[in-house]
């Protein structure tokens, strides 16, 4: 079996010279640090079963595959002790696609159109919601622990759901079995309709850290309000090849999500399915390589921080790691923390995009020697400031 050890992912990928989408969008001299995926090879069984699909030489459209959602399954299963009827999984080209599909259901059958959002949170939950021009309430988390404000002090009137991020991005954070139970009882409460995407749920780096898939969490009694959002991309770094699963246990829901696979939304393509199922089948050696390699850059983010006295949150779960910058503004006199970092030769993700302006989030999956040299350019630029 392939040894999936730190040489394998110190070696570069020419992404520059692909159409890849972070590696073009600021040119050949910055080291992207911004968007969520990472630079590493992808695991051999999945490049060897894509590559034995394209050399039948024919992209016809594809069925949804019985073996790739079985994968999936028993996947969660054996890793989480989540037990998903196959009946409940409606395949999706995208987790923002299911996302946006639970704001049109609850935009189309609740008293009140709007949902609940917690923030700072992944960009495209508020961006969708504009979009589809559905009321938001925000629950602005804490940072640093504990997560959760006090929810008696949020109006959930407005609202007919929830969307949920489990792990949480860009904060990082594992929601633990009790914050769960926090969350399920206050939309109990609240008559919400819970979403989760918990496409980060294969990226918690350490234990006693723990993916805690929401249904596992939920009682029978609610289980009927609550739908998860799962893809093998951000775990297994596939996402470029849109294959994604909204699980939907309340089959009038479903329904809903089932009338639109297919006609306003696309089906998987063919490579989407091949992939996924590789990923699920024959991935897991690669992914805790991958999760090692992690917990190593994870140590050089946290020196570069701690060189600089910038608070940064906890990073349980995900690659993405938030980084507290605000002492940094007055010396910028008014240049972005994106733009600034960009001329130093580092591509980062302004934390005003997640809901958190003063804030920046760092993609640490990438090589090692990469990473330093881009949080070298990044002490230089705080160090030309006067601080």
């Not at 394209?54 to 299963?77: L, P, Q, V």
């Amino acid at each position: 079996m392939k040894r999936y050890d730190f040489s394998f992912f110190d070696t570069p990928t020419a992404r520059a010279k692909s159409d890849s989408v972070k590696w073009t969008r600021y040119g050949e001299d910055i080291i992207p640090l911004w968007i969520a995926d990472m630079d590493f090879h992808s695991c051999d069984e999945i490049v060897d079963a894509l590559a034995a699909r394209a050399k039948e030489g024919c992209f016809g459209y594809a069925n949804d595959s019985a073996s790739a959602i079985e994968a999936m399954i028993a996947y969660h299963k054996e890793h989480y002790g989540w037990e998903i009827d196959p009946d409940w999984v409606v395949p999706q080209p995208g987790v923002v696609t299911a996302l946006s599909m639970f704001y049109e259901y609850v935009k189309a059958t609740s008293y009140h159109p709007g949902v609940m959002i917690n923030r700072p949170v992944y960009h495209h939950f508020m961006m969708s919601a504009d979009l589809l021009q559905i009321n938001k309430t925000f629950v602005d988390l804490n940072p640093f622990a504990p997560h959760l404000p006090d929810l008696s002090k949020i109006d959930a009137l407005p609202c007919g759901g929830w969307m949920l991020c489990n792990p949480q991005n860009p904060l990082g954070h594992a929601w633990t079995e009790e914050e769960l139970k926090t969350i399920l009882a206050f939309s109990k409460e609240h008559n919400l309709l819970l979403a989760s995407d918990e496409i980060h749920g294969g990226l918690v780096l350490d234990t006693p850290n723990t993916y805690r898939p929401t249904l596992t969490v939920t009682d029978s009694e609610f289980r009927d309000n609550v739908m998860a959002f799962v893809a093998p991309s951000k775990t297994f770094n596939v996402p470029g090849l849109g294959c994604s699963f909204a699980i939907v246990p309340n089959p009038k829901i479903r329904a809903f999500f089932q009338q639109y696979y297919g006609q306003l939304i696309p089906n998987v393509n063919i490579f989407g399915w091949v992939g996924a199922e590789a990923a699920y089948r024959y991935a897991e050696p690669w992914r805790q390589g991958m999760l090692a390699y992690l917990r190593n850059n994870r140590e050089m983010l946290y020196a570069f921080t701690s060189r600089w006295e910038l608070p940064v949150c906890k990073l349980e779960a995900t690659y993405l790691a938030f980084i507290d910058c605000n002492r940094l503004l007055p010396a910028l006199k008014g240049e972005s923390l994106q733009d600034f970092f960009l001329r130093y030769g580092v591509a980062i993700h302004d934390g005003e995009i997640f809901g958190s302006p003063g804030w920046i989030r760092v993609n640490i999956a990438t090589q090692r020697e990469l990473l330093q040299k881009a949080f070298d350019r990044m002490s230089e630029a705080i160090d030309s400031l006067a601080l």
